[in-house]
């Protein structure tokens, strides 16, 4: 076989003849294109062979192309052609290693206007979807719920945990458990960490941080009664909220409390993340949702958003962050827009009552589980303001006897939404819901162990700092914006000068601008030279007001009781001698001004004149 295809010529362009050797004579060359010719094996494996794209060394020029034929100098004119080639050939990959991403993502179509894509079931998906897609479709019937769910970043693991303390990891597209747990209390909210090998619970007491064969690593004493867990991945931080209600956040990688936001409303029990600029969003009892960053101690944004509690929030991904979903205990739903707050974009009441549990797909898809049944709602309909309170159009539907329905999520890069009730979960197929295409460098669905070795090596090298979480991610790289505050100052010229910045004001402009300059110091000053002695003595006295501000502080008061029945030599020796140096310079200014005082006599006046007198 192997001389068969070194005969065939195989990795030889086919536009290209042999060459023949020069040792060989043109006898001997012609028998042995004669002998090629004759050869249908050789011919036929010739013809049907050809090099991939990519492994070719040269590619003709596109039509469309530069041309270098007016270049004098061969060399350079071959350099030109050779980058051109490749430049064409690089594009021509690119395109084919775009082939898959397509624009639009699958979804429920109907054949005519009458027909509705919500009463598509899972029966009919099942049947028209493939082998390998039909997997998605399960029920888990486990005992100890209502159940709470969590996938991992990458979308191959799947975290459990029940309302009595049923804990298990594993990975739900090969059956493999890693890890399953019996706690024996409440478990209120599970989470993942950086991967699959660590996880976070929120347990009756504390939160809790196990590895992926169920061993206890941490046991965070600093997060009481702990309701929800976020965990944020480029910045390593496990965020929690409980019922003290303080927001806490743990650095992961350095095990350190970094910050605790006290909310002051109370318990709560509704979080979720950001995914395009980690802040975390909180829903409390009386029905405002507040949005919070490490670097504040308040609430970037406070929002009314319900009547009563808040029971459900999410923030839709596909957009980048720009709509919020909430749900009251009122049963009412409403999508915010998160760029000016000015009300809400849509607000529906769902059936049932309950306390609705939202969740966004990665292509933008809402579910919305309440009283047994999941419905999913597209873009943009609940995208589009609509001021009548009616629900959106409905895409699908599904009804779950088990209640109550306790968590929706849905899975990344799959068409696949999970949803935790009282008997287990139940996976349902959502066409057209997941992302398809997916970034290897964030997140890998195949990835081994070496692979995610080296992903989180990386992320904790290009970990972020909690300094830089904001509402608006995009402030970062950019200048500040100069200052609007400026005032008028004239020049040594004379001439008045505007628009100066704030920063580059002389100190006593910025204090006059600021409104902080007391001019009252300089008129006095003015007035005190050529005014009679009691506008001295006024001006003084209000100088010894404007100087004992501030003065009565309780350290300062402390520092003075401490200092009066303190006999200090040194200072008593500092205090006469100033005392004797003031009374001469006004003796001197006296004498100056023709004003001598007269002496006052003294009972030893007596022997100076006896002595005078001898």
Same mark, same amino acid.
């Given at each position: 076989?192997?001389?068969?295809?070194?005969?065939?010529?195989?990795?030889?362009?086919?536009?290209?003849?042999?060459?023949?050797?020069?040792?060989? /004579?043109? *006898?001997?060359?012609?028998?042995?294109?004669?002998?090629?010719?004759?050869?249908?094996?050789?011919?036929?494996?010739?013809?049907?062979?050809?090099?991939?794209?990519?492994?070719?060394?040269?590619?003709?020029?596109?039509?469309?192309?530069?041309?270098?034929?007016?270049?004098?100098?061969?060399?350079?004119?071959?350099?030109?052609? *050779?980058? /051109?080639?490749?430049?064409?050939?690089?594009?021509?990959?690119?395109?084919?290693?775009?082939?898959?991403?397509?624009?639009?993502?699958?979804?429920?179509?109907?054949?005519?206007?009458?027909?509705?894509?919500?009463?598509?079931?899972?029966?009919?998906?099942?049947?028209?979807?493939?082998?390998?897609?039909?997997? !998605? *479709?399960?029920?888990?019937?486990?005992? !100890?719920?209502?159940?709470?769910?969590?996938?991992?970043?990458?979308?191959?693991?799947?975290?459990?945990?029940?309302?009595?303390?049923?804990?298990?990891?594993?990975?739900?597209?090969?059956?493999?458990?890693?890890?399953?747990?019996?706690?024996?209390?409440?478990?209120?909210?599970?989470?993942?960490?950086?991967?699959? /090998?660590?996880?976070?619970?929120?347990? #009756?007491?504390?939160?809790?941080?196990?590895?992926?064969?169920?061993?206890?690593?941490?046991?965070?004493?600093?997060?009481?009664?702990? %309701?929800?867990?976020?965990?944020?991945?480029?910045?390593?931080?496990?965020?929690?909220?409980?019922?003290?209600?303080?927001?806490?956040?743990?650095?992961?990688?350095?095990?350190?409390?970094?910050?605790?936001?006290?909310? #002051?409303?109370?318990?709560?029990?509704?979080?979720?993340?950001?995914?395009?600029?980690?802040?975390?969003?909180?829903?409390?009892?009386?029905?405002?949702?507040?949005?919070?960053?490490?670097?504040?101690?308040?609430?970037?944004?406070?929002?009314?958003?319900?009547?009563?509690?808040?029971?459900?929030?999410?923030?839709?991904?596909?957009?980048?962050?720009?709509?919020?979903?909430?749900?009251?205990?009122?049963?009412?739903?409403?999508?915010?827009?998160?760029?000016?707050?000015?009300?809400?974009?849509?607000?529906?009441?769902?059936?049932?009552?309950?306390?609705?549990?939202? =969740?966004?797909?990665?292509?933008?898809?809402?579910?919305?589980?309440?009283?047994?049944?999941?419905?999913?709602?597209?873009?943009?309909?609940?995208?589009?303001?609509?001021?009548?309170?009616?629900?959106?159009?409905?895409?699908?539907?599904?009804?779950?006897?088990?209640?109550?329905?306790?968590?929706?999520?849905?899975?990344?890069?799959?068409?696949?939404?999970?949803?935790?009730?009282?008997?287990?979960?139940?996976?349902?197929?959502?066409?057209?819901?997941?992302?398809?295409?997916?970034?290897?460098?964030?997140?890998?669905?195949?990835?081994?162990?070496?692979?995610?070795? =080296?992903?989180?090596?990386?992320?904790?090298?290009?970990?972020?700092?909690?300094?830089?979480? %904001?509402?608006?991610?995009?402030?970062?790289?950019?200048?500040?914006?100069?200052?609007?505050? %400026?005032?008028?100052?004239?020049?040594?010229?004379? #001439?008045?000068?505007?628009?100066?910045?704030?920063?580059?004001?002389?100190?006593?402009?910025?204090?006059?601008?600021?409104?902080?300059?007391?001019? %009252?110091?300089?008129?006095?000053?003015?007035?005190?030279?050529?005014?009679?002695?009691?506008?001295?003595?006024?001006?003084?006295?209000?100088? =010894?007001?404007? #100087?004992?501000?501030?003065?009565?502080?309780?350290?300062?008061?402390?520092?003075?009781?401490?200092?009066?029945?303190?006999?200090?030599?040194?200072?008593?020796?500092?205090?006469?001698?100033?005392?004797?140096?003031?009374?001469?310079?006004?003796?001197?200014?006296?004498?100056?001004?023709?004003?001598?005082? =007269?002496?006052?006599?003294?009972?030893?006046?007596?022997?100076?004149?006896?002595?005078?007198?001898?």
């Amino acid at each position: 076989m192997d001389l068969l295809i070194a005969k065939a010529d195989a990795i030889q362009p086919l536009s290209k003849k042999r060459k023949s050797s020069h040792s060989t /004579s043109g *006898r001997s060359a012609g028998k042995a294109r004669a002998a090629s010719n004759s050869d249908f094996t050789l011919n036929t494996v010739v013809k049907h062979t050809s090099i991939p794209k990519s492994l070719q060394d040269s590619a003709p020029l596109p039509e469309n192309g530069p041309s270098y034929k007016h270049i004098a100098n061969k060399k350079l004119r071959t350099q030109l052609n *050779r980058q /051109s080639a490749q430049t064409a050939r690089s594009q021509a990959l690119v395109e084919d290693a775009e082939m898959l991403l397509l624009d639009e993502a699958g979804g429920l179509q109907v054949e005519n206007d009458m027909d509705r894509t919500w009463r598509v079931g899972q029966t009919d998906i099942l049947q028209s979807a493939g082998q390998e897609a039909a997997k !998605g *479709r399960r029920e888990y019937k486990l005992d !100890g719920g209502p159940y709470r769910s969590r996938y991992s970043r990458n979308g191959r693991h799947l975290a459990i945990a029940g309302r009595t303390g049923h804990v298990s990891t594993f990975d739900w597209q090969t059956g493999t458990v890693h890890a399953e747990l019996q706690l024996q209390e409440t478990c209120r909210d599970i989470t993942f960490l950086q991967d699959h /090998s660590f996880f976070a619970v929120a347990q #009756k007491k504390y939160a809790f941080i196990y590895d992926r064969d169920g061993v206890e690593v941490h046991c965070l004493k600093g997060h009481i009664e702990p %309701t929800r867990l976020e965990f944020l991945p480029y910045h390593w931080l496990l965020a929690t909220v409980g019922n003290p209600g303080y927001l806490k956040y743990q650095d992961t990688s350095t095990g350190q409390l970094l910050v605790e936001h006290r909310t #002051k409303m109370g318990a709560c029990s509704t979080m979720t993340q950001n995914l395009h600029n980690a802040v975390i969003h909180l829903g409390h009892q009386n029905g405002c949702v507040t949005l919070w960053t490490p670097n504040l101690p308040h609430p970037a944004v406070q929002l009314l958003a319900h009547v009563g509690p808040v029971v459900s929030v999410a923030v839709d991904p596909s957009e980048g962050g720009r709509y919020m979903a909430t749900s009251g205990r009122d049963g009412t739903v409403k999508v915010w827009d998160c760029r000016n707050w000015k009300g809400a974009v849509r607000d529906w009441t769902v059936r049932g009552g309950g306390d609705p549990e939202l =969740e966004w797909s990665a292509r933008g898809y809402l579910a919305v589980a309440s009283s047994g049944t999941v419905n999913i709602y597209n873009t943009p309909s609940i995208h589009t303001p609509f001021h009548v309170k009616t629900a959106p159009p409905l895409y699908m539907t599904h009804p779950i006897p088990h209640r109550p329905l306790t968590s929706v999520r849905f899975a990344p890069f799959q068409d696949i939404l999970t949803v935790g009730h009282s008997n287990g979960l139940s996976s349902v197929i959502v066409p057209g819901s997941g992302e398809p295409n997916f970034d290897s460098r964030e997140a890998d669905p195949f990835e081994n162990t070496k692979a995610r070795r =080296e992903r989180e090596v990386k992320a904790l090298l290009d970990k972020i700092q909690p300094d830089l979480i %904001t509402l608006d991610p995009d402030m970062v790289g950019n200048l500040a914006p100069v200052s609007k505050l %400026t005032t008028e100052v004239t020049t040594v010229n004379g #001439k008045p000068r505007t628009d100066i910045p704030f920063a580059r004001l002389p100190r006593i402009d910025r204090l006059r601008v600021s409104g902080k300059m007391d001019d %009252t110091e300089e008129n006095n000053e003015e007035e005190g030279e050529g005014g009679d002695e009691e506008s001295k003595k006024h001006a003084k006295e209000e100088r =010894e007001k404007r #100087k004992m501000r501030g003065k009565g502080k309780s350290m300062k008061r402390y520092l003075r009781k401490q200092r009066k029945n303190v006999i200090d030599p040194a200072a008593i020796a500092i205090r006469a001698k100033l005392e004797r140096q003031k009374e001469e310079k006004r003796k001197a200014a006296a004498a100056s001004a023709g004003n001598a005082e =007269e002496k006052k006599p003294s009972a030893l006046d007596r022997f100076t004149r006896t002595k005078q007198k001898h």
